[in-house]
């Protein structure tokens, strides 16, 4: 029984990691670096989910425009991933851009300081105190022969999967997705084939955000409490989740995303729960010891830029 | 109009000509000798003139925290600054330019290491009255020292090897926790390790033992990142690296015997400034000299090109695990003075939030170089004390500076810049 329900909390959780995991792994894939302001991207998309969620259930009070609930969630949804594209993009030209050519670690350094400047931009604007979230959703738990589950859990564990796969859709089957996949491939050689190579990155760094948003948004909605540095360790462990994944690959990002959602949960059900991060850092250090390169990762060889 | 336009900047050229020669052709020493006179001067003079120019005290930070704290003292600000600093430096050592570098001509040929000894004389002597005006100057000094050590000991890792290691907190809390363990236990009557076993009175002999502690343990600790780094390079070594820091953060978490996250304090106040200064010379020195050897030339051919160093019989293993073990020796070291001028660590001291600032100090100062590292450590250190009256906003000016520092000059502000001490002692050649 403990086992199952935390199944679902599992779940739960690496689906938060997995979402903010595809950002990293995508724009890792198309100029492969890791977009190290990611985590803070998804902290503003839940303040822009909490920013749109509050403004549109105010309309809604008003009598202005009266929605249900549900239709008020898909909106902060939509509304947030694509407001939130936005602030990817801007990172994007800001911080990667002017960098394309220069060494990866200093483009690792300029996106490690704009995270710094969007917490404390954030913290200068709304200031310290916690956010709560509002509820947009009435919880209803459904007993399944003594496992208690949350119309929550299951709705953001479906839609986090369906996002994933609907990505992992575009890649596969559009234009655009071709055009990522082939930029993946050489984005030295490609663009000269009249593949606009800024174009992509910044449609890269939207998507990857949008997601980041997402997943700020059903944070918000199962742990009802913003605060500006919540990106910090959410974004490292989901860059973690991206490296055991593989560089650059959607399926292994989401599966390892999921993988170390099991990892937190389930370690303290054997060990004290003070040990947690102890014991998930040293398991992603022996895999990567026995298997360097991820689970879907190319090897090391030294074709790879440095 | 032409004409004068035309004086004008002829005038302009010629100055910073003037500027130029003037700046060239003063020796080290000349400089030196210039900051002793200011510092002295300071010493002396500093608070009545400053209470006569209308500013409550002499300037705690060359003026910047009181330029930002009361805008309408900058006149004054800017007069003590120039009056105190920047005239006597200027006067002192432009009008003791030709025997300074006589005397400097002079001292060379005794051996090197008597001219040197005297030049670290001198800049100790312009520290020590510096900081002694206050305690916050002592604890700025100190830090930018401590900073220094750190910065160089990342510098052999990221920017000779080219790795991009994250694993640094991880060395200084080991390097801290041991520190401190060791003096803690034997010299200090306190709650978690009970009564001394020593006498308090001959610690100071054994805080370099400690010192050393600190390092090995730090750099046994670098093993866990250095083996895998033999097979894995680039982001999954920073993985690696990434995930030793949070192994050793929750580690130190868990373990009671040394205070879990309510930390370990009461470590004795034994890193004063001539032991900080002492230990950042030491530490520049035997890194400058490893990174100028034959290793350091092997650590610049595997970040270039591995295999073809390999090829050229460069044992690529050893040379990661020497840099590792080097790297992190050093940041143990400073890890432990760290620990004993705060006298107090707790594991939340070593996040994420220290690695943005040590990779900060860094890619600031230039990559695969010494003076890179101090020019970074300085500047940064010396630019958060400066911008602290800015609460929260210090934290967006600097990492902008730092993107802009990246935008035009990817590789820092020194890079690839020898660290040649003979040049920089020598006499200045005067230009005809």
Redesign the interface.
Known sequence: MQLLQNLINALQLGSFYALIALGYSMV?SILML?NFAHGDIFMVGAYIGFGVATGLIALSKMGALAMPNWLILMLTVIFSMFLTSFVGMFVER??YR??RD?????????G???G??L???N??LLGAEQLSFPSLVQTATYNLGGIYITNQKIMIVALSIGLAFALHQFIRRTKWGMAMRAMAFDYVVVPLMGVPLNKIAAMTFALGSALAAAAGIFYGIAYPVLDPYMG?LFG?KA??AA??GG?GSVVGATLAGFLLGFIEIFVPMIFPS??R??IA??I??LI??FR???FFGEP?S?R?R? | MEASSEKLSNITRLSKISIRTFVSQVPLLGWLLGALIAVALEHFVGTPFARALGLPKALSLFGFLIILKKPFLIPSAVAYVLLIYILPIGIVARSSASIMNKLAGKLLDFPMLFSVIIHLGLLYAVVHWWSDMSLYRNDVARFMLIAVMVTLSLNIINGYMGEFSCSHPGFLALGAYSASVFTVLLFVDDRIFGLAWLPKAIGPLFFPIALIIGGLVAAVGALAVAIPSFRTRGDYLAIISLAFMFIVKSLIENLEAVGGPRGLSSQPNWASLPVVFMCAVLAVWIINNFVRSTFGKALNAVRDNEMAADAMTVNTRRTKMTAFMFGAFWAGVAGGLYAHVVRYVNPGDFDIKKLAEVLAMVYFGGLNSVYGAIVGACGISLLGEALRPLALYKWVIIPLLLILVMIYRPTGLIAFKEFDVKKLIQPKKVSP
């Open positions: 890792y890791f800001v911080g002017p960098l220069a060494p990866r670690a200093s483009a690792a350094i300029t490690l300081m704009i710094i400047i917490e404390t931009g913290l200068i910090v490292w860059f973690v490296i055991l560089r003070t040990i991060n102890f850092y040293s992603v250090l990567l010891v360097p390169h991820g090391y030294a790879l440095l």
